[in-house]
């Protein structure tokens, strides 16, 4: 079950009193009424923070697969209400709530949407539903990818707090874009239960997030401090306990906040991609969804890149999709300097994140290693990149540094559990970002 907003405010209360800074107290309800002018889309003005709108949480959109586990975004919907439980990391006065409908074959039709404040599970706190609107109008139509942002609405929200978005679908939707590794648990009704309090209507689950992208908020002065993560599964946060808020990223945003200063960090990893290759379940290489996941996201000034591992694996290991072709260490490394470049174009400091261990894993061997070695060295020695955080070190056991911690290590001898990701915020100097 998701932790209740108390929980989550009684764990950043504890963190708080372990680092003797005090946190900003979260945003009381306030009554809000969508603004009568539609919002422009999120990728109106990247980078500059337009409005004073920042990321307080985001996800990368994929097209549908079942590749792992089943979902529900091959069958998409029809007259079902979803409903989404997300957690931004930083607050304001003023929220919208981006969807996509990017690898959608149709146009796709939101008949509403609400927002509210977390409760428990399905649940949404008495008191903090508030409709959504695009343009004006209660529902929506966004064509074959495309994307489309609601309208400002007034609605106080604090930093760590966790939100409920919930969209009826009323007419069939066919296949869905989604995120498949969500490691939160997302709830399907039958009918419009879009304003429902309670949870007693969402009998079915899934840990995916559908159409939803985004949340930004505002009301404060135009910032370009946000930090964007991208990357795959270990930034995605695969091993980490669901319905938790553990992907390092998350951890990350718990840092900013524990300092008084929250900042937007948002989650653009995809479990599986790659930066050189696209994949028929992972999503489209790195080096061509960077311009519309990170350059596209409003007040980011750094990116932290920690992707590769997939490229140099995923042509030997079998077994998960079509496999992808060989990539050098030469190629891996012109990708990464293709999203350096492509950062620094648009201002943002690019920081390299170092790959981690893969011994006794899927992806082990002689030849694997080497390359991981390899780049890693460059990573460390080249100064292309404008910062590096050492995430390999962080959660290396001492002893064989070529394998994941056992403290660290989930079960897979290649994604971190909680601890290992906690660990790995926990290496990243806060001033280089």
């Known amino acids: 079950m998701r932790t209740t907003n108390a929980t989550r405010r009684a764990g950043v209360a504890l963190l708080s009193a372990l680092t003797l800074v005090a946190l900003p107290v979260v945003g009381a309800d306030v009554t809000g009424t969508p603004a009568h002018a539609a919002s422009a889309g999120h990728g109106t003005a990247p980078g500059t923070g337009h409005g004073g709108w920042q990321g307080g949480w985001a996800a990368s959109p994929q097209a549908p697969t079942e590749i792992f586990t089943p979902n529900w975004s091959r069958q998409g ?3 079902q ?4 439980v997300i957690r931004v990391s930083t607050g304001g006065t003023r929220a919208r709530v981006e969807l996509s409908n990017r690898y ?7 008949t509403g949407a609400t927002v509210a404040r977390t409760d428990a599970g399905a649940s949404v706190e008495k008191g903090s539903v508030r409709q959504l609107s695009f343009g004006g ?9 495309a994307d489309a942002t609601s309208d400002a609405l007034a609605y106080r929200t ?3 707090e966790s939100l409920t978005v919930t969209l009826y679908l009323a007419a069939p939707t066919g296949p869905a874009t989604f995120h498949m590794m969500s490691s939160a648990t997302s709830y399907r009704a039958r009918g419009d239960h879009r304003a429902d309090r309670g949870g007693a209507a969402f009998t079915e689950t899934s840990e995916s997030w559908y159409y939803l992208t985004g949340v930004e908020v505002g009301g404060g002065a135009p910032r370009r401090n946000g930090v964007v993560a991208f990357g795959d599964s270990i930034t995605d946060g695969v091993g980490s306990t669901p319905d938790t808020d553990s992907r390092y990223p998350d951890e990350l945003a718990e840092r900013f906040a524990a300092t008084g200063h929250p900042r937007s960090v948002l989650n653009h990893g995809i479990g599986g991609n790659q930066v050189t290759n696209d994949t028929d379940w992972a999503g489209e290489k790195g080096v061509t969804r960077f311009a519309k996941d990170v350059l596209d996201e409003p007040g980011v000034g750094t990116v932290i890149v920690l992707e590769g591992i997939n490229d140099i694996g995923a042509s030997s290991a079998g077994g998960v999709g079509t496999p992808t072709p060989e990539v050098s260490v030469a190629q891996l490394i012109a ?4 999203l350096i470049r492509q950062a620094h174009a648009r201002g943002i400091k690019a920081v390299g994140a170092t790959l981690t261990p893969i011994k006794g894993s899927f992806y082990d061997s002689a030849v694997n290693e080497a390359k991981r070695d390899a780049v890693n060295d460059w990573i ?3 100064g292309a990149y404008d910062a590096v955080v050492d995430l390999d070190r962080a959660v290396a056991d001492p002893g064989d540094p070529d394998s994941i911690a056992p403290a660290y290590d989930s079960g897979d001898r290649l994604h971190p559990n909680d601890a ?3 660990a790995m915020a926990r290496a990243m100097d806060l001033r280089i970002l």
């Not at 109008?137 to 990818?145: D, F, I």
């Open 137 to 145: 109008s209660r529902s929506t139509t966004v064509p074959a990818g």
């Open 81 to 84: 209400t979803v409903r989404q």
């Open 335 to 338: 990708g990464h300097r293709s």
């Open 420 to 422: 290992g990701y906690r």
């Open 158 to 160: 604090g930093a760590l």
């Open 77 to 79: 919907f029809a007259d």
């Open 104 to 110: 959608g074959t149709g146009p796709l039709r939101i």
């Open 380 to 382: 460390r020695t080249s």
